[in-house]
């Protein structure tokens, strides 16, 4: 790979999942707008997400990576943000708890707009049109207005995710994660169900302890801990991701200041491809998906390209093998690493090879195969001398019913009831804290 690169360099690779503008001078006034407006985050958050991700790396710290797999314009509401934040933060929550290890949150949020798709175009009913590829590119109606990719949802969606994460920290800011009162994050009008008791339990336990602390300390917590919240998103709009790249005063080199923590996805990490080349060159701590078909030998070559300088913190290994899959794939990979001296950070993505079709053609996933994943992945690392890092989900505030199993008993008959993803199926309220509380077990027995 030639060691010139510049944000336009992806352009001279092949390109996969871009797309066709039926009208170039109009995308070129969009990308032209974009560049012009204020990042949506700073180098600052930047590199300091980067040297967190570095300690999850070497097990000081645990990642917890986690939203819609795709979010809407629509969800850019009051409500929907506030729960979003809500449950990944209960979640995280369980987790400092359990492991005993802080926790650093990203949200596949304020910005994951963009989606991969198998075939360019979707027939219905014999009239076809090209498939939805998000709320970035184009909508899910399908009309032919509808399915157009109109260069105006770029900017958009740079708004929406601007708005989207102002709501987040003003949330933040204001003290809504303030662990002296966790119960502001209780999702109301859910119900009661094993997981909300076991939270509640833990909630007071939690208070006593901080109450602890506060007088132990002579100060209120929060004086020394500041609630961080990420985000992130898949680098899939290579035009998109370039128009937010800039250089930031006092730094060397360039930053996507469009997301914390932009990630490469499954079908466009190709060596030679073009995302690779534009995600080489940007500062920002990077993820890559990492599936099956991901040989030892190419994902060495792969981690050199990413990150030749060995940097800590810099990239993330997100490891989406399936439940059957993943005993047999992933030990190979994880020696390979091991033996080359590379330092990445493995997070274990358990949503993404697990997913199926049922009869009627819903796609889901079952809780059974995903905590699987989650529980053999952390073994595999524990007997390899390696270290999970961190867990990738797909999931929701709402009580939506796209994933079947868990303690609510969800089963196929009840899909139909609250499927409300346009693309893959999340986990609901009750099913993430569950799989949280499982999660911190297993951290915490393997710690002691
Ligand atoms: C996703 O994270 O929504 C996704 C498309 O994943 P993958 O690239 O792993 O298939
Ligand atoms: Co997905």
Same mark, same amino acid.
């Given at each position: 790979?030639?060691?010139? %690169?510049?944000?336009?360099?992806?352009?001279?690779?092949?390109?996969?999942?871009?797309?066709?503008?039926?009208?170039?001078?109009?995308?070129? +006034?969009?990308?032209?707008?974009? $560049?012009?407006?204020?990042?949506?985050?700073?180098? %600052?958050?930047?590199?300091?997400?980067?040297?967190?991700?570095?300690? !999850?790396?070497?097990?000081?710290?645990?990642?917890?990576?986690?939203? +819609?797999?795709?979010?809407?314009?629509?969800?850019?509401? !009051?409500?929907?943000?506030?729960?979003?934040?809500?449950?990944?933060?209960?979640?995280?929550?369980?987790?400092?708890?359990?492991?005993?290890? *802080?926790?650093?949150?990203?949200?596949?949020?304020?910005?994951?707009?963009?989606? *991969? =798709?198998?075939?360019? /175009?979707?027939?219905? @009913?014999?009239?076809?049109?090209?498939?939805? =590829?998000?709320?970035?590119?184009?909508?899910?109606?399908?009309?032919?207005?509808?399915?157009?990719?109109?260069?105006? @949802?770029?900017?958009?969606?740079?708004?929406?995710?601007?708005?989207?994460? @102002?709501?987040?920290?003003?949330?933040?800011?204001?003290?809504?994660?303030?662990?002296?009162?966790?119960?502001?994050?209780?999702?109301?009008?859910?119900?009661?169900? $094993?997981?909300?008791?076991?939270?509640?339990?833990?909630?007071?336990?939690?208070?006593?302890?901080?109450?602890?602390? +506060?007088?132990?300390?002579?100060?209120?917590?929060?004086?020394?801990?500041?609630?961080?919240?990420?985000?992130?998103?898949?680098?899939?709009?290579?035009?998109?991701?370039?128009?937010?790249?800039?250089?930031?005063?006092?730094?060397?080199? #360039?930053?996507?200041?469009?997301?914390?923590? *932009?990630?490469?996805?499954?079908?466009?990490?190709?060596?030679?491809?073009?995302?690779?080349?534009?995600?080489?060159?940007?500062?920002?701590?990077?993820?890559?998906?990492?599936?099956?078909? /991901?040989?030892?030998?190419?994902?060495?070559?792969?981690?050199?390209?990413?990150? *030749?300088? @060995?940097?800590?913190?810099?990239?993330?290994?997100?490891?989406? /093998?399936?439940?059957?899959?993943?005993?047999?794939?992933?030990?190979?990979?994880?020696?390979?690493?091991?033996?080359?001296?590379?330092?990445?950070? #493995?997070?274990?993505?358990? /949503?993404?090879?697990?997913?199926?079709?049922?009869?009627?053609?819903?796609?889901?996933?079952?809780?059974?195969?995903?905590? $699987?994943?989650?529980?053999?992945?952390?073994?595999?690392?524990?007997?390899?001398?390696?270290?999970?890092?961190?867990?990738?989900?797909?999931?929701?505030?709402?009580?939506?019913?796209?994933?079947?199993?868990?303690?609510?008993?969800?089963?196929?008959?009840?899909?139909?009831?609250?499927?409300?993803?346009?693309?893959?199926?999340?986990?609901?309220?009750?099913?993430?804290?569950?799989? $949280?509380?499982?999660?911190?077990?297993?951290?915490?027995?393997?710690?002691?």
């Amino acid at each position: 790979m030639s060691s010139e %690169w510049s944000p336009s360099s992806w352009k001279s690779r092949p390109a996969k999942q871009q797309v066709e503008y039926d009208d170039p001078a109009e995308l070129a +006034d969009a990308l032209a707008r974009l $560049a012009r407006l204020p990042p949506i985050v700073t180098s %600052w958050e930047v590199e300091k997400l980067k040297k967190q991700l570095a300690e !999850a790396g070497r097990g000081e710290r645990f990642l917890l990576q986690g939203g +819609d797999c795709s979010e809407r314009f629509t969800d850019c509401t !009051a409500n929907l943000i506030d729960a979003k934040l809500k449950v990944l933060l209960m979640m995280s929550a369980v987790l400092v708890y359990g492991s005993g290890r *802080p926790v650093v949150r990203v949200g596949r949020i304020a910005g994951q707009y963009a989606k *991969p =798709r198998s075939d360019p /175009m979707e027939t219905i @009913n014999g009239v076809t049109l090209p498939s939805y =590829r998000g709320d970035l590119v184009n909508r899910v109606d399908f009309t032919p207005e509808g399915r157009r990719p109109n260069p105006a @949802n770029l900017i958009e969606a740079y708004s929406r995710s601007a708005m989207t994460i @102002n709501f987040i920290r003003s949330l933040l800011a204001g003290g809504f994660a303030d662990i002296h009162h966790p119960e502001v994050w209780d999702l109301s009008g859910l119900g009661q169900n $094993a997981q909300t008791d076991e939270y509640h339990a833990l909630v007071a336990q939690m208070r006593r302890s901080v109450r602890f602390l +506060d007088a132990t300390l002579g100060r209120p917590l929060e004086e020394l801990t500041q609630t961080e919240f990420y985000t992130s998103h898949e680098g899939l709009h290579l035009d998109y991701e370039e128009a937010a790249s800039e250089r930031p005063p006092l730094r060397t080199g #360039w930053y996507d200041l469009s997301t914390h923590l *932009p990630w490469i996805g499954e079908r466009t990490r190709d060596l030679g491809g073009a995302h690779v080349e534009f995600f080489r060159g940007i500062k920002n701590p990077i993820g890559v998906k990492v599936g099956p078909s /991901m040989d030892p030998n190419e994902l060495v070559e792969l981690v050199s390209v990413l990150n *030749p300088a @060995n940097e800590p913190g810099r990239l993330t290994l997100i490891v989406r /093998m399936g439940s059957k899959k993943v005993a047999d794939k992933l030990p190979a990979l994880v020696a390979k690493i091991r033996s080359t001296g590379q330092v990445v950070t #493995w997070c274990c993505d358990p /949503m993404h090879g697990n997913t199926y079709k049922t009869a009627d053609g819903t796609k889901t996933r079952h809780f059974d195969d995903i905590l $699987a994943e989650v529980t053999q992945s952390f073994d595999i690392h524990r007997d390899a001398g390696s270290v999970l890092g961190g867990v990738h989900f797909e999931m929701t505030g709402q009580n939506v019913t796209e994933v079947v199993g868990g303690s609510c008993g969800l089963t196929e008959a009840d899909l139909a009831t609250a499927y409300e993803s346009d693309v893959d199926p999340r986990m609901n309220y009750a099913q993430s804290l569950e799989l $949280a509380f499982l999660v911190a077990r297993k951290l915490g027995s393997m710690r002691a």
